[in-house]
């Protein structure tokens, strides 16, 4: 197992934006990097890293990342270095993103309606029976059985197919995977 430990990850730290997008660019083998810059730069977006110090490094260095929204669950980008890979890096960010999802308190203002009544809800993923449900929800190649493995290992399921989501990458079809977990709305 690696040894590793995560911190959060921000486009304001040294040279973190370049890591980042190399360690994309590297893992994917194209410019999956760009998307990452795009998502950083979004306020409600979060960035968390995976850093390894090895015997051999004197510094920390980035192995693994996720982006992602602790608001509406989010999870844009997940990406860990091939020499990590099958080592808890991926599963520890994915659980740390669903507990900042789980944590993270908000209220939606929704805009009077037609009738001149105002809506409000105070958790964007539902509220029923005093529960919330968090949900945390990622988009992935339709023919991309490991990471879809990976996923479902980790209590995903598998929600809907989006034809043409990835048109532009050749194969089309995403895969939406959920993660969900019901809490009091009440405080305990």
Known sequence: ?????????????????????DLANAAFEDDTGDYCYAYMQKDCFEAVGAFSTGQDEVKERLVGCAIYSPFDGNLAFLCVDQAYRRQGVGSALVRH??????????????DSDSDGESDSESESNGESNG?????????????????????????????????????EKGNGIA?????SQTKPSYPL
């Open 175 to 179: 895969v939406v995977y959920i993660w």
């Open 131 to 167: 529960e919330i449900m968090k949900e945390v929800y990622v988009h992935t190649f339709e023919w991309r059985r490991e990471v879809r493995s990976f996923y479902e290992s980790l209590g995903f399921k598998a929600e809907c197919e989006i034809p043409d989501y990835y048109k």
């Open 97 to 110: 993103c669903q507990e900042r999802v789980c944590e993270t308190e908000f209220e939606l203002e929704f």
């Open 1 to 21: 197992m690696a040894t590793f430990h995560l911190r959060p990850c921000s486009s304001e730290e040294d040279d973190m934006m370049y890591k980042i997008i």
